[in-house]
T-cell receptor
Framework: GAGVSQSPSNKVTEKGKDVELRCDPI?????LYWYRQSLGQGLEFLIY????????KSGLPSDRFSAERTGGSVSTLTIQRTQQEDSAVYLC???????????FGSGTRLTVV | AQSVTQLDSQVPVFEEAPVELRCNYS??????LFWYVQYPNQGLQLLLK??????LVKGINGFEAEFNKSQTSFHLRKPSVHISDTAEYFC????????????FGKGTTLSVSS
């Protein structure tokens, strides 16, 4: 596609529920990244997929967070048993190479009530 | 591992004044450096990047940044700002070896008033 597409754009969920956030990267981009943006905290790296290699999960804050990337394209970030501190904007980005910078999606704003 | 420190969380300036947004990084390996801009209610957009070569890099909208290896800095500058430059600016660093992701600073909010 023309850009990185994320859905839903907004999600309100009750504490304790599971949520799934979707990312459609730019066609042909081999690398896909998830970040979390909280007020005053900048962008926090969560997870990185590169081709068929094992993902770099070093940024996931707890075992309630997981992500997968099917067929080297679409990715889903899953948060189980959501907590209020999970409220943030979740951003997805993709790239075709490391030197080009990333193209970001518009994000999913998650609110846990 | 890499880290980024943006020294100012907020920078208020008047229109047509010069501005400098400061960024320092830490890394044990050579790095690539980036500045991203996020306008209100919009996504992140690449402003400029340093990969190698000339230490002065020019980006979109009249911004430029200078890589200083000895001071581990990558400050962003613009000689004359406009109201439309009001946004949040993020500095980011990536180690130049494969398998590393961009690490972002906490951002600097630039507020331009008339």
């Amino acid at each position: 596609g023309a850009g990185v597409s994320q859905s839903p754009s907004n999600k309100v969920t009750e504490k304790g529920k599971d949520v799934e956030l979707r990312c459609d990267p730019i066609s042909g981009h081999t690398a896909l990244y998830w970040y979390r943006q909280s007020l005053g905290q900048g962008l926090e790296f969560l997870i990185y997929f590169q081709g068929n290699s094992a993902p770099d999960k070093s940024g996931l804050p707890s075992d309630r967070f997981s992500a997968e990337r099917t067929g080297g394209s679409v990715s889903t970030l899953t948060i189980q048993r959501t907590q209020q501190e999970d409220s943030a904007v979740y951003l997805c980005a993709s790239s075709s190479g490391r030197k080009g910078g990333y193209t970001f999606g518009s994000g999913t704003r998650l609110t846990v009530v | 591992a890499q880290s980024v420190t943006q020294l100012d969380s907020q920078v208020p300036v008047f229109e047509e004044a010069p501005v400098e947004l400061r960024c320092n990084y830490s890394s044990s390996v050579s790095v690539y450096l980036f500045w991203y801009v996020q306008y209100p209610n919009q996504g992140l957009q690449l402003l400029l990047k340093y990969l190698s070569g000339s230490t002065l890099v020019k980006g979109i909208n009249g911004f430029e940044a200078e890589f200083n290896k000895s001071q581990t800095s990558f400050h962003l500058r613009k000689p004359s700002v406009h109201i439309s430059d009001t946004a949040e600016y993020f500095c980011a660093v990536m180690g130049n070896q494969a398998g590393t992701a961009l690490i972002f600073g906490k951002g600097t909010t630039l507020s331009v008033s008339s």
